[in-house]
T-cell receptor, first 109, second 115 residues
Framework: EDQVTQSPEALRLQEGESSSLNCSYTVSGLRGLFWYRQDPGKGPEFLFTLYSAGEEKEKERLKATLTKKESFLHITAPKPEDSATYLCAVQAEGQNFVFGPGTRLSVLP | KAGVTQTPRYLIKTRGQQVTLSCSPI?????VSWYQQTPGQGLQFLFE???????NKGNFPGRFSGRQFSNSRSEMNVSTLELGDSALYLC??????????????FGPGTRLTVL
């Protein structure tokens, strides 16, 4: 069975304090790994898709990387507006998305 | 390009009633997936429709059903509501075909409260 875990469950950072979020997965035949950001009471907002080990994608202060067993979302010099829940999801061939439980990020000014 | 829209945004129902939620996908997207999100269970997959056919189904009771119309708009129905059905129901659309087209884009959700 496909599984996705995320750590830490919650993370509190000071503004400017860089850190990384982890997404570990077990899936047969990875078709894609997806990162989303979700603000309270809203739908998830798409950030990145990664397809193969070694791939990296960047957007503003965020950088996502992928290995064969896990993905990292690196946040460089975060700002309070980066506070949100970050979700990762995996998709295997012919299968629906499987989401992790998310990491709640709080960035304090 | 307009995003995914969901109506209504908020609903309050009582136990035993039924409810219908609606989702309009991004123009050109033919796949619509539905998810239930609760604080305890996270995002749980309900079902996916593609070209008016249910393609995948999650582990939910038969009280949860859906359909898709020829214009790709989708509805989901929950019959005989239970207190545990209170959740944020999210719809996501995609244009499956491999690569970036598999990316799912989410709507704002419908917040259902069952009293």
């Amino acid at each position: 069975e496909d599984q996705v875990t995320q750590s830490p469950e919650a993370l509190r950072l000071q503004e400017g304090e860089s850190s990384s979020l982890n997404c570990s997965y077990t899936v047969s035949g990875l078709r894609g790994l997806f990162w989303y950001r979700q603000d309270p009471g809203k739908g998830p907002e798409f950030l990145f898709t990664l397809y193969s080990a070694g791939e990296e994608k960047e957007k503003e202060r965020l950088k996502a990387t992928l290995t064969k067993k896990e993905s990292f979302l690196h946040i460089t010099a975060p700002k309070p507006e980066d506070s949100a829940t970050y979700l990762c999801a995996v998709q295997a061939e012919g299968q629906n998305f499987v989401f992790g439980p998310g990491t709640r990020l709080s960035v304090l000014p | 390009k307009a995003g995914v829209t969901q109506t209504p945004r908020y609903l309050i129902k009582t136990r035993g009633q039924q409810v219908t939620l609606s989702c309009s996908p991004i123009s050109g997207h033919r796949s619509v997936s539905w998810y239930q999100q609760t604080p305890g269970q996270g995002l749980q997959f309900l079902f996916e429709y593609f070209s008016e056919t249910q393609r995948n189904k999650g582990n939910f009771p038969g009280r949860f059903s859906g359909r898709q119309f020829s214009n790709s708009r989708s509805e989901m129905n929950v019959s005989t509501l239970e207190l545990g059905d209170s959740a944020l129901y999210l719809c996501a659309s995609s244009r499956p075909g491999g690569g970036a087209t598999d990316t799912q884009y989410f709507g704002p959700g419908t917040r259902l409260t069952v009293l």
